[in-house]
C-alpha cells in the first residue's frame, strides 16, 4: 500500500497540512515547516516515504519553474534592462568569487584543481526556490535586500548554462561512473557542437518570438470562452512547453519560462496568469522543499557529523563573506546587507543536478558526490533557521541599526496607485479618463477580453481578470490603494465585489456604480455610502432641458433639478431600511409630496427675488 501514488500523495500533503501551520505559529515559516515535514515522513524517522523523494524533488522543481515564470511577469523588459548592472555586477562577482575562494581551499585540502573548480562552481549557486519564497512571505521582495538577491539569482541561473558546457572538458579519465543518474543525455548530443548552438540560440527565439507574438491573441481566445479552467490549462500548458524545450536543448527550463513571463509583464491578462499558476506554484515548491527534508541522508551525516557539519558552517561562512562584501562594494545598506548575505549563503537546488552530472561525466568521485549531495540538502535546511536567527537576533541589535540608504538609481519601485477600477465599459472609462485628464494614475481591471484590447490600443493601462477575487485584487495593489471604485456592470458581481472588499481590505473607500433605486438600496444596506447612479445625472440633465424648451426660466430649471437630488439622495438611506416593509409605497408617498413641496417653495423664492431685482431695476 505505501508504494501507491495516492498513499504517497496523502502521506505528502499531510506533512504540509500539519507541519506548516505549527511551524508558522512559532514564527519559524513556511519553508522550514515543509522541510520539518520531510524529515519527520522521511528514512530518517517515520520512513513513511523512501528513496523516491529524490525522483520526486526534481519533479517538484518544476515549482520553481513557474516561481521563475510569475517573477518574470513582475518584471517589464525596461526594468530588467535597469537592472543589468546589479545582475552583471552582483551575480557575476559572486560566482566568480565564491568559485575562487572555494577552489583554493578544496586545493590547500589536497583535490586536484579540475575537481576543486567544479566543486567552487556548484557551490555558488543558491537556492532560488529557499530565498524566492522567504523574501515574498517576509515582503522583502521590494527591499533592496530583496531586488540584489533576485538579480544575482538570475545571473546565477544563467551561469548554469556555461557550467553545463564546460564540466565535460574538465573530466577525469581515471573515474568511471557505476551507476546511472538523474541528469540523461538529450537528443542534442547527437549532433555537432556547431548545430548544438544553432539549436540553443534557436530555441531562445522560439520563446522571445512566442511571448511576443502569439501569446496575447492565444490568450484573448482563451479569455472569451469565459472558462477560468481554459484560461488556467493555457498557462500551464505554456510553461510545460518552455520546460520541454527548453530541457530539451540542455537550457535551464526556469530561464525559459522567466523569459516568458518578463515578455508578457506588459500585457493585460499578467494578474490573471499569476492568479491561474500561484495554487500549482505554492503546491510543487511545498513538495520540493518537503523532497529535500526527506532527502537528507541522516545515516552519512551520522557516520561523519563533524566532518559534514564544519562543511556545511564553513562553505556557508565563505559564501556569507563573499556576499556582505559584495553588498558593501554595492552601497548595501547594513540591515539589507545582512538579509542579502545570509539569505544567499546556502547551496541551491540547482547543485543537485550539476552534481549528478559531473558524477555522469566523470568529474566527481561518488564518495565526493554523496558527500556534496548531504551538504547541499542540510545547509538548504539551515537556510530558514539562519534568517529567522538574522531577523530576530542580528536585526534588532544596535549593531544592525545604522541608517540604510535603499535608494539606487538603477532601480524604480512598482507603481502603486491609489485608485482603481474595476469594471471599464462605458461607466469606468468615463471615471478613468476624468482622473487620467487631472493627472490621477489608475490601476483598472476588466473581465471583458475584447474591451481590454481596444483599450489598451488607445493607450489605457487595463488589465484582463475578475475583480471580484481578492487574490486578483491584492495583485493588483489593493494593500496600498486608497480607493475603489467599483464599476462593474453585473449587479450580483458587484454585491460579491463589495462584500469581498469589506472583509479583505477594510481600509478602501468603496465608491459604487449603482443601475437602479433597487440597486441602490442592497448597496446601502450592506453598509455602502459612496453610491452612484448612473442613470440619476442623466436624467436630471434631461428634465432641465425639457423645463427650459417649455418656456422655464434656466435657473429655476437648474435649481430645482439640485433640490431633486439632494432630496434623492438625503431620503434614500430612510427608504434603504424600508424596502420590504409593507408601509414602504406609503413612505414613497410621502417623500413625493415632501419633494413637491420643497420645488413650490423654492420656485416662491425664486420669484420673491426676481420681484426684488425688478423694482431695483
Known amino acids: 500500500m505505501q508504494d501507491t501514488f495516492f498513499f504517497q500523495a496523502m502521506i505528502y500533503l499531510a506533512g504540509a497540512v500539519i507541519m506548516v501551520p505549527i511551524a508558522k505559529r512559532l514564527g519559524l515559516g513556511s519553508v522550514l515547516g515543509y522541510l520539518i515535514a520531510g524529515v519527520v515522513i522521511g528514512p530518517a524517522f517515520l520512513q513513511l516515504v523512501g528513496t523516491e523523494s529524490h525522483d520526486i524533488m526534481h519533479f517538484a522543481e518544476f515549482g520553481v519553474v513557474m516561481m521563475l515564470f510569475v517573477i518574470g511577469l513582475e518584471l517589464e523588459p525596461s526594468r530588467l534592462w535597469r537592472m543589468r548592472k546589479r545582475i552583471a555586477g552582483m551575480g557575476g562577482l559572486q560566482v566568480l568569487g565564491t568559485t575562487l575562494i572555494v577552489s583554493i581551499i578544496a586545493m590547500i585540502l589536497g ?203 564553513g562553505l556557508m561562512a ?162 496600498e490603494a486608497q480607493i475603489v471604485v467599483i464599476a462593474i456592470g453585473d449587479r450580483d458581481e458587484r454585491m460579491l465585489m463589495i462584500e469581498m472588499v469589506k472583509k479583505h481590505f477594510p481600509h478602501l473607500y468603496i465608491l459604487v456604480r449603482s443601475e437602479n433605486r433597487d440597486d441602490a438600496y442592497d448597496q446601502m444596506n450592506a453598509g455602502i455610502m459612496h453610491i452612484y447612479r448612473e442613470t440619476l445625472d442623466t436624467s436630471l440633465r434631461v428634465g432641465i432641458d425639457v423645463l427650459k424648451l417649455l418656456g422655464h426660466d434656466n435657473y429655476e430649471a437648474t435649481k430645482s433639478a439640485q433640490t431633486f437630488f439632494h432630496h434623492d439622495e438625503k431620503t434614500l438611506k430612510y427608504l434603504a431600511s424600508m424596502k420590504n416593509d409593507d408601509n414602504y409605497i406609503e413612505a414613497v408617498r410621502e417623500k413625493i409630496e415632501e419633494l413637491e413641496q420643497l420645488i413650490i417653495a423654492d420656485k416662491e423664492v425664486i420669484a420673491i427675488e426676481n420681484g426684488e431685482n425688478n423694482a431695483v431695476a
Not at 140 to 166: C, E, N, Y
Not at 351 to 357: E, P, Y
Open 111 to 313: 583535490l586536484d584543481w579540475k575537481t576543486s573548480l567544479v566543486l567552487g562552481m556548484i557551490i555558488s549557486m543558491s537556492s532560488t526556490a529557499i530565498v524566492m519564497q522567504t523574501l515574498v512571505e517576509k515582503g522583502w521582495m521590494k527591499t533592496v535586500a530583496g531586488r540584489s538577491s533576485f538579480a544575482v539569482l538570475l545571473f546565477q541561473d544563467i551561469a548554469i548554462i556555461p557550467m553545463l558546457a564546460l564540466f565535460p572538458l574538465l573530466a577525469n579519465p581515471e573515474l568511471k561512473a557505476v551507476s546511472t543518474t538523474i541528469v540523461s543525455k538529450t537528443f542534442m548530443d547527437n549532433f555537432p557542437q556547431w548545430i548544438q548552438a544553432i539549436l540553443t540560440l534557436s530555441s531562445i527565439l522560439i520563446v522571445v518570438l512566442t511571448g511576443k507574438y502569439l501569446l496575447r491573441p492565444i490568450f484573448n481566445m482563451m479569455a472569451r470562452t469565459k472558462m477560468n479552467e481554459m484560461f488556467t490549462a493555457t498557462a500551464l500548458l505554456l510553461i510545460v512547453g518552455i520546460a520541454v524545450l527548453m530541457t530539451s536543448v540542455g537550457l535551464s527550463p526556469a530561464l525559459g519560462a522567466f523569459l516568458a513571463g518578463v515578455l508578457l509583464a506588459n500585457s493585460e491578462y499578467r494578474h490573471q496568469l499569476e492568479i491561474a499558476i500561484d495554487p500549482f506554484k505554492g503546491l510543487l515548491l511545498g513538495l520540493f522543499f518537503i523532497s529535500v527534508g526527506s532527502s537528507i541522508d541522516f545515516e552519512l551525516l551520522l557516520s561523519n557529523p563533524m566532518l559534514i557539519l564544519s562543511l556545511v558552517i
Open 318 to 479: 565563505i559564501k556569507i563573506f563573499v556576499l556582505y562584501i559584495l553588498g558593501k562594494s554595492f552601497k548595501v545598506g547594513y540591515s539589507q546587507n545582512f538579509i542579502f548575505s545570509f539569505g544567499l549563503s546556502q547551496v541551491g537546488e540547482f547543485a543537485f543536478v550539476l552534481l549528478s552530472f559531473s558524477f555522469q561525466e566523470n568529474i566527481l568521485s561518488k564518495e565526493i558526490t554523496d558527500l556534496m549531495m548531504a551538504v547541499t540538502a542540510i545547509s538548504m535546511a539551515f537556510t530558514p533557521l539562519l534568517m529567522m536567527f538574522n531577523e530576530k537576533v542580528l536585526l534588532t541589535s544596535k549593531c544592525s541599526m545604522a541608517p540604510d540608504d535603499d535608494r539606487d538609481e538603477n532601480d524604480v519601485e512598482e507603481e502603486h496607485n491609489s485608485v482603481i477600477i474595476a469594471g471599464y465599459g462605458h461607466f469606468g472609462n468615463t471615471i478613468g479618463r476624468f482622473l487620467r485628464a487631472n493627472n490621477v494614475s489608475t490601476t483598472v481591471l476588466d473581465n471583458n477580453s475584447d474591451n481590454v484590447n481596444t483599450l489598451r490600443k488607445l493607450g489605457f493601462k487595463v488589465y484582463y481578470g475578475d475583480a471580484t477575487r481578492h487574490d486578483l485584487l491584492e495583485i493588483a495593489g489593493a494593500k
